[in-house]
């Protein structure tokens, strides 16, 4: 199967500095990333998330308002026809050293061990350095969505749509 490995915060819906997250209750989709994920499944592919959430164990949130927060995601992505193969994130802070927060490997090697993954036709959408660097970790295609970056094989998107567009998806 091919995926599109998806960032959430930034990628999908709005990010914010980390401590105003404490108070975040709701996900605000960015827009451009329903219809863009809509038509990536439209396309053949699959949609996974990776998303690092140390500010779980920094105790900024909860474990449980992770779960809400991730729920009420998730059905709308539902309400939107668009199903969610997997979310992986990753809890830990740096002093955790886990092999799991992007870059590192961890969550992409979780999904490569469940699924039949065809990395080759599979792409990578993420705001940050940490996506960039785990993209290139796999010689995943990296999609840069309204980011900074600048490094010369990123392919810079305004949105998830913009994505689509790049790849012309119909
Ligand atoms: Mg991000
Ligand atoms: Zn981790």
Same mark, same amino acid.
């Given at each position: ?79 939107? $026809? @668009? ?6 994130? +990753?809890?830990?802070? &740096?002093? =955790?050293?886990?092999?799991? !927060? ?13 699924? $039949? @993954? ?6 990578? +959408?993420?705001?940050? &350095?940490? =996506?960039?660097?785990?993209? !290139? ?34």
């Amino acid at each position: 199967m091919k995926v599109a490995f998806l960032d959430r915060d930034g990628t999908i819906i709005k990010d914010y500095p980390d401590e105003k997250w404490s108070s975040i209750k709701h996900p605000e989709f960015l827009e451009g990333s329903i219809d863009g994920m809509q038509k990536l499944i439209a396309n053949g592919y699959h949609i996974i998330i990776i998303t690092n959430q140390y500010l779980i164990n920094d105790g900024i949130i909860t474990l449980d308002q992770y779960q809400q927060f991730t729920q009420e995601f998730l059905s709308i992505c539902q309400n939107n $026809n @668009i199903n969610i193969l997997e979310i992986y994130f +990753c809890p830990h802070n &740096e002093q =955790d050293h886990c092999n799991c !927060k992007k870059p590192k490997p961890g969550m992409i090697n979780q999904a490569l061990a469940k699924y $039949n @993954i065809d990395l080759n036709n599979s792409i990578y +959408c993420g705001d940050s &350095e940490a =996506d960039y660097l785990l993209a !290139k970790h796999f010689n995943l295609p990296f999609y840069a969505i309204s980011s900074s970056l600048d490094y010369p094989d990123i392919i810079k998107c305004d949105s998830i749509l913009d994505v689509c567009h790049y790849l012309e998806l119909t």
